[in-house]
């Protein structure tokens, strides 16, 4: 269940990059930007083009780069007993959910799953060898089920539209600043005729770092919501919240895995903590959850 923190870092990454890149050329160039961007209905196309492009990319490479990080190898079924009850559970809760069989694929590490990409019909779903070890079928079924529900409800999708709007704020607003900083050291008040100076792209990837950082706050809260509503599409999908809940009180005795920064909000579960950038709630919140939904 390691959704949405692998699109939010890697949109940062590519945002960043894109911009830094952006930069450099109009620098090297000699383009000014002060002039170009001191009509602001260019800095906002400039915004959403650069915006949307970067979350939209970083949606697209999910999969595999998910795959990369945590070394996951792809399986048939034909490996054994394990993967093959593994890829027929998978099989089984997408026809419930009305979705294409997912890619299935193993990784090596402490208790953890994740479910990613960009299309429903064509998205990855995984699980650690720890959790296979260490929880019942049925309550690894649940996990499945968890996963599956990121999936029909797509989220990833959802997450890389709600992305793109605050990278469009993060880039115009820190441009806007940026300007107004840059003109403050230079002396001069207006941006319309002169060229950007070097404190301006100083200060750029300075507030958009600042910027971005205060929208993850956002992207956390919003992962945090979609983990009840998992939750509660797994329950659904098995007729039940039994499996889910015992699901869930088995990761609070383990130890959860610890996954790349990319795929924390992707993950089931992830170290107890309560902050604004954590991205599960804790694991007693989402059980109470659970519990005071009633049977299904």
Not at 66 to 92: C, F, M, Q, Y
């Amino acid at each position: 269940m390691k959704r949405f923190f692998l699109l939010a870092v890697l949109n940062v990454a590519v945002l960043m990059m894109l911009s830094l890149a952006s930069s450099v050329l109009f620098a090297v160039l000699g383009v000014p930007l002060a002039k170009i961007f001191g009509d602001y209905s260019y800095l906002a196309c400039f915004s959403i083009a650069l915006g949307f492009g970067g979350s939209i990319i970083s949606l697209l490479i999910s999969k595999p780069m998910a795959k990369w990080s945590v070394h996951a190898r792809t399986i048939t079924g034909n490996e054994g007993p394990a993967e093959r009850w593994l890829v027929d559970t998978v099989a089984d809760l997408a026809q419930r959910a009305g979705l294409k069989t997912p890619e299935v694929a193993i990784y090596e590490g402490s208790a953890n799953a994740f479910a990613t990409g960009a299309f429903k019909n064509s998205a990855l779903v995984a699980v650690s060898t720890d959790i296979m070890r260490q929880m019942t079928k049925e309550e690894l079924r649940a996990v499945l089920g968890h996963e599956i529900s990121h999936v029909a409800n797509g989220d990833m999708v959802t997450m890389c539209l709600a992305q793109g709007v605050l990278n469009v704020f993060v880039i115009f607003l820190s441009r806007v600043l940026a300007s107004v900083i840059d003109g403050a050291l230079s002396g001069n008040r207006s941006s319309r005729n002169r060229s950007s100076g070097f404190a301006y792209y100083i200060v750029v990837p300075v507030l958009e770092l600042l910027f971005g950082l205060l929208a993850s706050i956002i992207t956390c809260w919003y992962s945090r919501r979609r983990e009840f509503a998992a939750d509660s599409g797994s329950a659904r999908l098995l007729g039940s919240p039994a499996s889910m809940i015992a699901a869930l009180r088995r990761l609070g005795n383990l130890q959860p895995g610890v996954l790349p920064a990319s795929l924390k909000a992707f993950g089931i579960a992830s170290k107890p903590k309560t902050s604004l950038w954590a991205t599960h709630p804790p694991l007693q919140v989402r059980i109470d959850a659970l519990l005071n939904a009633g049977p299904r």
